[in-house]
């Protein structure tokens, strides 16, 4: 079964940057859309930006120019470069891989101090 390994979370200040990683083996990875996703404390899941097998890419508005998403199919990752985070930024955050079934990983956390 896949299963997506999420990496690169931690505690940062505010304006800082983060990169996370999502890896995981096989051809259902490279093939798919991959997807970020969070849940902020009291907050339900959203969408963060998501990337398909050949680049194209989609982003939430309150993410846009601050957050890239990309990936390398020969290293079966896809990335999440964060920049100027704010605390609002902190949360739980899921990568997806979007087949008829979702794949999920477990998550990493994010903290944005003021």
């Known amino acids: 079964q896949l299963q997506p390994v999420e990496s690169g979370g931690g505690l940062v200040q505010a304006g800082g940057s983060l990169r996370l990683s999502c890896a995981a083996s096989?051809?259902?990875?490279?093939?798919?859309?991959v997807g970020w996703y969070r849940r902020a404390p009291g907050k339900q899941r959203e969408m963060v930006a998501t990337?398909?097998?050949?680049?194209?890419?989609n982003s939430a508005d309150s993410v846009k120019g601050r957050f890239t998403i990309s990936r390398d199919n020969a290293k079966n990752t896809v990335y999440l470069q964060m920049n100027s985070l704010k605390p609002e930024d902190t949360g739980v955050y899921y990568c997806?891989?979007?087949?008829?079934?979702?794949?999920w990983g477990q998550g990493t956390q994010v903290t944005v101090s003021s």
């Open positions: 096989g051809r259902i990875f490279s093939r798919n859309t």
């Open positions: 997806a891989v979007l087949t008829v079934i979702t794949y």
């Open positions: 990337i398909t097998s050949g680049g194209m890419t």
